[in-house]
């Protein structure tokens, strides 16, 4: 289906269409030979989508827009140092088949220009002229996603004609440029010009060079994600040779153009736009194609400089230990403790991408905050993104609070999600991360919370729990509490059990006497099934009890959090007792519904200071 993007290319396809100046370049006789009414759009985007109008898929060659693949694969050869020794990074704004060298370093000025890109093409990786060229054509295959195929006529009519690059080599010989046999480089040099591709596929292979050298359709390397600023670099400064500047300044975007009539232009990050329509100007750019990509960065504000984050909205919300509370069931005298010591837990929920600018504004508050608390829980699950800033500011943040105690703590930081490469610097920086580092907010919040709890009741509450005080049991005489323990079945699970499981049929409920256990249950998330824990009981708390109002299956599991002593009180058996006492179920069911008004409203509450 047609979306905004497609009808706004195959309007531009008939808007550029009309343009009638220039003609395709005749220097090379083949390409003269090219209808100069071809004319074709594709943007493909690093998610692998791609929008296409008119002639995309006719096939031209790929010209001098090979330079910045084959400068890419010297990169990651033989590394930036040795590169540049052979050619430099430098605009020369002269045009692309200038015979100049830099005067100073004796190097081409750089490899978007011919001479530079002959001295690149001598860097192709391979022992011999065969090697080099499979290794080439594998090159431009990872790239583009399929092998391309070489214009044998284009190939032969450029090295029958072009003395003008022969008379570059040379020259570079003579400078001790190149070392190698001129002809052959040159030979290397002309295939590389040769190959044909579509506008498609060129904007495929640009899409990579945005995509840290991931091809988005195949998902496969093409080029290490090290030198792709490198090639993206040298195609805004140079990759429209003496239009450079100028196209720097009215569509800010890196690009390459090809005396065939290609222009590859890229949004870093996001997207190619590839265009072919053969008439050039007298700088050896296409008339149409220049159009097309000005009216594009126009149309969608793509000018590098026009569009940026903002740092300001990185703070989601704030909330204190009052506000926001564990899954963790507590007991009244440890829910006191909580109310007033909650104002020293603090939540930062944070969210969008984390980069220099959102970081420094987000650790300022943090500072400020972790001024006044005990914990400071950075929340990341809104958190897409963290680079290579990010991390190096967070993980300084973290060492310098460590300082004064385990202050600071990020939740919902895993090993394998979005922000790994975040926990994986914040491992080696930091070694243990058990007390930095939680996967959930939840599990955070009661690590903070069991530690302001231990500073009161250092032995922790209720070890081993007393039947006459268990909240179910609440009001019950001492005749129906010793008909109860009667009917008890004593339970010992080790930790992992699952001592409830979700849809299954009620038969019984139970009380814990020792240890703890969790409900959860699996939720569906944009990225997959994910466990969550809803509560987590300990001694004295019940679960499954909700089957004495109405039966059912139970609708979530309850599993062992560590070794447990549980009572196990059968529905059957609890009725038949009921029949002799009815006052046992009256209580029974008036602490069941006390206890679940109690929940709903901690839920409330919850839900309010989520609305934030
Ligand atoms: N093969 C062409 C040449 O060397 C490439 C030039 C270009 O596309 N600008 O002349």
Not at 520 to 543: D, H, I, N, Y
């Amino acid at each position: 289906m047609d979306g905004p993007i497609d009808d706004f290319l195959k309007a531009l396809h008939a808007e550029i269409s009309t343009i009638g100046e220039g003609a395709p370049a005749s220097y090379i006789p083949e390409l003269a030979k090219v209808d100069p009414k071809l004319c074709g759009i594709a943007i493909a985007t690093v998610d692998g989508a791609v929008h296409v109008a008119g002639d995309w898929d006719r096939a031209f060659t790929i010209q001098s827009i090979s330079k910045a693949f084959v400068y890419g694969h010297a990169l990651e050869v033989h590394g930036r140092d040795r590169v540049l020794e052979q050619v430099g990074v430098e605009p020369s704004g002269d045009s692309f088949n200038s015979i100049a060298l830099d005067t100073v370093n004796k190097r081409p000025f750089n490899p978007m220009v011919n001479s530079g890109a002959i001295a690149t093409a001598e860097l192709i990786e391979g022992a011999d002229v065969e090697e080099r060229r499979a290794n080439l054509e594998a090159m431009f295959a990872r790239f583009a996603g399929r092998a391309l195929t070489l214009d044998e006529a284009t190939y032969l009519s450029e090295k029958a004609t072009g003395h003008r690059n022969r008379a570059i080599a040379w020259m570079m010989l003579s400078a001790g440029m190149i070392e190698r046999e001129p002809e052959e480089v040159l030979d290397l040099y002309f295939r590389q010009c040769s190959y044909n591709v579509t506008a498609r596929d060129l904007a495929i292979m640009g899409a990579t060079l945005v995509n840290d050298g991931v091809n988005p359709v195949t998902g496969k390397r093409a080029l290490d994600a090290e030198y792709c600023p490198d090639v993206l670099t040298v195609m805004l400064s140079c990759g429209m040779y003496n239009y450079a500047g100028q196209w720097a300044y009215e569509v800010g975007l890196p690009a390459k153009s090809g005396v065939s009539g290609g222009i590859l232009a890229v949004i870093p990050g996001q997207a190619a736009v590839a265009i072919f329509s053969p008439p050039i100007d007298a700088n050896g750019n296409s008339i149409r194609a220049l159009a097309a990509c000005k009216r594009i960065a126009e149309r969608f504000g793509l000018h590098m400089f026009r569009t940026h984050p903002d740092p300001r909205t990185v703070i989601r919300y704030e909330l204190d230990g009052r506000q926001v509370r564990s899954k963790r069931t507590r007991s009244l005298r440890e829910l006191e403790i909580l109310f007033r010591a909650g104002p020293r837990i603090r939540l930062l929920a944070v969210q969008d991408a984390l980069y220099f600018g959102s970081v420094d504004r987000l650790l300022r508050r943090a500072k400020d905050l972790a001024a006044e608390a005990d914990y400071l829980i950075l929340d990341l699950r809104r958190v897409s993104h963290a680079d290579a800033a990010a991390r190096t500011l967070l993980a300084e943040f973290h060492t310098d609070m460590r300082r004064s105690g385990d202050k600071v703590i990020f939740a919902n930081l895993e090993a394998d999600g979005p922000l790994a490469s975040l926990h994986a610097h914040l491992a080696e920086t930091l070694g243990d991360l058990s007390r930095a580092v939680f996967d959930s907010r939840d599990r955070a919040l009661e690590y903070c919370e069991d530690r302001l709890i231990a500073e009161v009741l250092p032995g922790g509450e209720m070890q081993t729990a007393n039947v006459a005080e268990f909240e179910l049991f609440r009001g019950l005489g001492a005749d129906d509490l010793a008909c109860l323990k009667a009917i008890a079945e004593p339970l010992s699970r080790p930790a992992g059990t699952v001592l409830a499981r979700e849809g299954e049929e009620a038969a019984r409920f139970f009380v814990i006497m020792r240890g703890s256990a969790s409900v959860c249950a699996e939720v569906a998330t944009p990225t997959g099934l994910k466990t969550v824990r809803f509560s987590v009981l300990g001694p004295g708390q019940s679960f499954g009890e909700r089957a004495l109002i109405g039966g059912g299956p139970r609708v979530a599991d309850v599993v062992a959090e560590s070794d447990v002593e549980l009572l196990g009180f059968s529905l059957a058996a609890v009725e038949e007792l009921a029949a002799q006492r009815p006052t046992i179920l009256i209580r029974l069911l008036a602490n069941i519904s006390g206890e679940l008004a109690e929940r709903l409203q901690v839920a409330s509450a919850e839900i309010r200071a989520l609305e934030m």
